[in-house]
Every structure is written in structure tokens, then in C-alpha cells.
């Protein structure tokens, strides 16, 4: 198992930057595929981004791709999302989440609130 505690969320103006932190306790932490997703105000959970257990392939969705960049410490047990050129829209609570399987996000955090303001 793995328990996951994000950090680093703020109100921000737009055009400016943040950088997320998601710490994972266990010793297995370069075992899991981590990701972030977020929910907006009466929207769905989405996708932002993800990383593989050695950090060497990234994936974005396509509405942060170019602005935000997801990495990896393995021999931290950290997780960061840096996200340059906020945007109103991107306005939401980010969750830090974790995959074992290969098959299904199954440890999630409490969630962190981002919000940018115009």
C-alpha cells in the first residue's frame, strides 16, 4: 500500500506558476505509475498527467501539455507537477495518484486546491 500527501497549492494570478508536491509513504514507491487529476467546481475528474515507474515516459492531456511538467524522485518518495502559464480554467482541486497494476489508478490523495484567479 501506499499513502499519498499533496502539497503546494495557492491561489495564483494568471500567467503565473506553481509546483505541486505529492509525497508517498512506503518503500516501494518507484513500483507505482504516478499521476495527476483534478475536478473543478461541478466538473468531472480529468486527467492531467502521468509518469512511469522509472520517470522516462511522460504523459500530459492535452490542455496543460506545453505548460506543466510532471517528474519524479524515486529516491524521495516525491512526485511533482510544475505548472507554468495558469490559466483561469485550470482552476480546480489536484489529486496525486498512484498505479501498482498497470490497470487502475488505486491510491489517490486528499487533493490540493489551485486556484487562478484573471
Known amino acids: 500500500q501506499v499513502q499519498l500527501v499533496e502539497s503546494g497549492g495557492g491561489l495564483v494570478q494568471a500567467g503565473g506558476s506553481l509546483r505541486l508536491s505529492c509525497a508517498a509513504s512506503?518503500?516501494?514507491?518507484?513500483?507505482?505509475?504516478m499521476g495527476w487529476f483534478r475536478q473543478a467546481p461541478g466538473k468531472e475528474r480529468e486527467f492531467v498527467a502521468a509518469i512511469d515507474r522509472s520517470g522516462g515516459t511522460l504523459y500530459y492531456a492535452d490542455s496543460v501539455k506545453g505548460r506543466f511538467t510532471i517528474s519524479r524522485d524515486n529516491a524521495k518518495n516525491t512526485v511533482i507537477l510544475q505548472m507554468n502559464s495558469l490559466k483561469p480554467e485550470d482552476t480546480a482541486v489536484y489529486y496525486c495518484t498512484a498505479d501498482h497494476t498497470g490497470a487502475t489508478w488505486g491510491y489517490w490523495g486528499q487533493g490540493t486546491l489551485v486556484t487562478v484567479s484573471s
Open positions: 512506503g518503500r516501494t514507491f518507484s513500483s507505482y505509475a
